[in-house]
């Protein structure tokens, strides 16, 4: 890869990242103050926010797989000498620890007598970060396989993808507990507590990298018009595919397993993601620089997500969050007002930090002078 090639920007990833980050900001919060009267499934101005909440952990996911791959293939390496070998398995460590401390269950560090079972098993559920952390360690090893058994990983990650998604009906009705010790039982199904088990939540991350490889692989120009509407179409199709799937599913039993245990659901929200990955494509197509802090925004989701869990939910280190002071009690008004105020302070947040980020480095190179 050419110098310039690698210090090209991916402009449309950077405004997705950025996107999907506030997406997650907003849906919490509104989850988390609005009045539990206006959450009526009837109604379809509740009913599109919610659909359109659905698409934030898989855009989330998604763009967290391209993002590592792209980067991971960028510089064109063999496996030994990446460096993102070693930086995203210190990610994986680093946001698994991160979840658990998320959700540790006394801030007495080490003195566990006044927990109690239901404390436990929040602990021990898997959240967005175990599984970001996992998604990242299985990229690597997909990647250490592709190059050692001479198969393109574009193959590996599909094929990947395409199992975790369709054997989630069967993993979903076991009982992993039977068999495993709760902590590790939560990472195959809901059954104890987790938002999000690998299973079927990787293979968004899985997809992700597909898309990293083409873009790092040069073979594409993701300015062009045809990459956008290829996306698109890849898009429509699955969407497509995936409702007549379920209208041969309830054609042949009677019954639909849509919103539970089958796979069209999660085959539907890929579908939207990619329509939605050309929509950014196709809008950045003549944009050649964007501000700053749209990069920045992009860059800071850990710490995004982070601080914005913690001060509407609390923790075991500041048990006190805005969900503990006006539960579900909101009006829409108040609740948009709040949403909004959230995402400004947040934003706010990761321009100062950047700032501090910049005066470090600054000092730190004039030091060494």
């Known amino acids: 890869m050419t110098e310039n090639r690698q210090k090209q920007r991916v402009i449309f990833l950077d405004l997705f990242r ?54 991971f293939n960028l510089n064109n390496k063999p496996f030994r000498e990446n460096e993102r070998v070693k930086k995203g398995l210190k990610r994986f460590l680093l946001l698994v620890f991160i979840g658990y401390v998320l959700r540790y269950p006394t801030f007495k560090i080490v003195d566990f007598s006044d927990v109690e079972d239901v404390q436990w098993k929040i602990f021990y559920a898997v959240d967005v970060l175990h599984l970001i952390g996992f998604g990242i360690f299985f990229l690597i090893a997909i990647e250490f396989f592709s190059e050692k058994l001479k198969i393109n990983s574009n193959v590996l990650l599909t094929g990947s993808g395409l199992l975790v998604f369709l054997i989630f009906p069967v ?3 076991i009982d992993w507990v039977k068999f495993l010790p709760w902590p590790i039982a939560g990472y195959f199904y ?97 944009i050649h620089s964007i501000p700053k802090l749209i990069i920045v925004i992009g860059q800071n989701t850990l710490v995004i997500y982070c ?63």
């Open 190 to 286: 809901k059954g104890t507590g987790s938002n999000f088990p690998l299973i079927p939540w990787i293979g968004y991350i899985f997809f992700g990298g597909v898309l990293g490889n083409i873009l790092a692989s040069n073979k594409v120009n993701f300015r062009d018009i045809k990459f956008s509407i290829f996306m698109f179409a890849i898009g429509f199709m699955i969407v497509g595919l995936s409702q007549l799937s379920d209208s041969f599913e309830i054609a042949l039993t009677g019954v639909s397993t849509y919103w539970t245990i089958s796979p069209n659901l999660h085959f539907f929200r890929f579908g939207i993601v990619l329509i939605l990955t050309s929509i950014f494509s196709f809008i950045s197509i003549e």
């Open 18 to 71: 950025a996107f999907a980050v506030l997406m997650m900001v907003q849906g919490h919060t509104i989850d988390a103050v609005l009045s539990n009267s206006l959450k009526d499934i009837n109604s379809t101005t509740y009913t599109t926010w919610l659909f359109f909440r659905g698409l934030t952990a898989p855009i989330f996911l998604f763009t967290s797989g391209t993002v590592f791959i792209y980067l």
């Open 307 to 369: 601080v914005h869990l913690v001060l509407l939910y609390g923790s075991a280190w500041n048990p006190l969050g805005i969900f503990l002071f006006i539960p579900h009690r909101l009006g829409l008004g108040l609740t948009l007002l709040v949403t909004l105020a959230m995402i400004t302070l947040m934003i706010i947040m990761v321009y100062y930090l950047n700032k501090y980020k910049i005066k470090r480095k600054l000092k730190t190179k004039n030091e060494k002078k």
């Open 171 to 173: 993993t979903e009705m």
